[in-house]
C-alpha cells in the first residue's frame, strides 16, 4: 500500500502515513516505523533480527515488487510456512515472521530459502 512520510510545524513533528488495508500498515510499520522511532530514541539495534529459511510449500505471488508475507517458522529456524488468508488482519496473530517474497518472482518453490523478518519478541538467543 502506499504511505508517506513528513514532517509539520515549527518544531517539525514527524507524520507517517500508512496504508488502510490493515496488513499493510503492519508490515509498513514494521519495516519502516519501528525502525526509524528505535533510531530516534538512540536505540542500537534498530532492525528486528532476520533469518533465512526455507520454504515449506509453493507461494505464489503477484506482485512486481518485494513483498512481505504473514508465516510461521520453524523452532529451529530451518523453514517457514507462509499463512494462508495473509490479507486478513487476525492471521498476524498466529504469525512470527514475515517472509521476504523477491521482486518478479511469481512462484517461489516450496525448499527455497527466503528472508524472514522475526516478530517475536523474546529474540535474544540468535
Known sequence: GRHGFGKIGPDQTPVVVL???????YTSFE????PMIRQM??????HRPSVKAR???NVNSSSPLRSYLPGVLSEDYALVTVLPHHSEASTMAQANCLVAIPEDAKDVKAGTQVSCVILQRNYSHL
Open 41 to 46: 530514541m538512540g536505540a542500537l539495534e534498530i
Open 55 to 57: 520454504l515449506e510449500k
Open 19 to 25: 496504508p488502510g488495508d490493515p496488513m499493510a500498515a
Open 31 to 34: 519495516l519502516f516505523v519501528r
